[in-house]
């Protein structure tokens, strides 16, 4: 079974360029949620989606970050433009949204290493 | 407001050696989820267990053990004759079960190194 895909599994752009990463998470979960990992903040939840719709974007460190889920099996993070504190590790994970008094657990793509000169 | 406490930042042990890592967590709801993730030097995230607030039973698995104690606020991760493949940054983190806000909250993460 396929899992959580993200492409590209690297990047390098130069600041002010505009980067976008992308990912495809397993069929059949309504769930997405995109994380950034730095050294200095360690996992932080930038966005969360819920049926293709944003639930929760507090995370989302300024306006030159935006995310998009047109439909089910993809979704999009955009940053423009990039600076070069942007550089990180970004995640995508995929889950089954439960009820209450239930949880299931996320799983994680590879990761994007964005680097930005 | 949820948190996570991994105070270990590193920990260096011989093959072979039991290591325990520790996880203290706060929150304020009476439902909540606890999870261990182990990251190798590869970076992904690999999902390890989950425990509910509800559940107190210690679970192992094979050479893993998990130790979840309410009255502590603790969710600690044994590794029972640890291997060199054990190396790794383990993440412990918790979601609480807070309407649709299913986010997780992790820890600093745990670097494990096991020596041959």
């Known amino acids: 079974d396929a899992g959580v895909i993200q492409s590209p599994r690297h990047e390098v752009t130069e600041m002010g360029q505009e980067v976008t990463l992308r990912c495809k998470p397993i069929s059949g979960h309504n769930s997405l949620f995109w994380y950034r990992q730095t050294m200095m903040r360690g996992l932080e939840l930038l966005i969360y989606f819920n049926n293709n719709v944003p639930i929760d974007d507090s995370g989302m460190p300024e306006d030159r970050f935006s995310a998009k889920m047109p439909n089910a099996s993809f979704s999009t993070l955009k940053i423009q433009p990039s600076e070069p504190r942007d550089s990180a590790v970004y995640f995508c994970?995929?889950?089954?949204?439960?009820?209450?008094?239930?949880?299931?657990?996320?799983?994680f793509g590879p990761g994007t290493r964005l680097t930005v000169l | 407001a949820q948190k996570v406490t991994q105070a270990q930042t590193e920990i260096s042990v011989v093959e072979k050696e039991d290591v325990t890592l520790d996880c203290v967590y706060e929150t304020r709801d009476t439902t909540y989820y606890l999870f261990w993730y182990k990251q190798p030097p590869s970076g992904e995230l690999v999902f390890l267990i989950r425990r509910n607030s509800f559940d107190e039973q210690n679970e192992i698995s094979g050479r893993y053990s998990w130790n979840f104690q309410k009255s502590t606020s603790s969710f600690n991760f044994t590794i029972t004759a640890s291997q060199v493949v054990d190396s790794a940054v383990y993440f412990c983190?918790?979601?609480?079960?807070?309407?649709?806000?299913?986010?997780?909250?992790f820890g600093s993460g745990t670097q494990l190194t096991v020596l041959p």
């Open positions: 994970a995929s889950t089954t949204e439960a009820g209450l008094n239930s949880y299931n657990e996320q799983f």
């Open positions: 983190a918790l979601s609480e079960d807070s309407g649709s806000a299913r986010q997780l909250t």
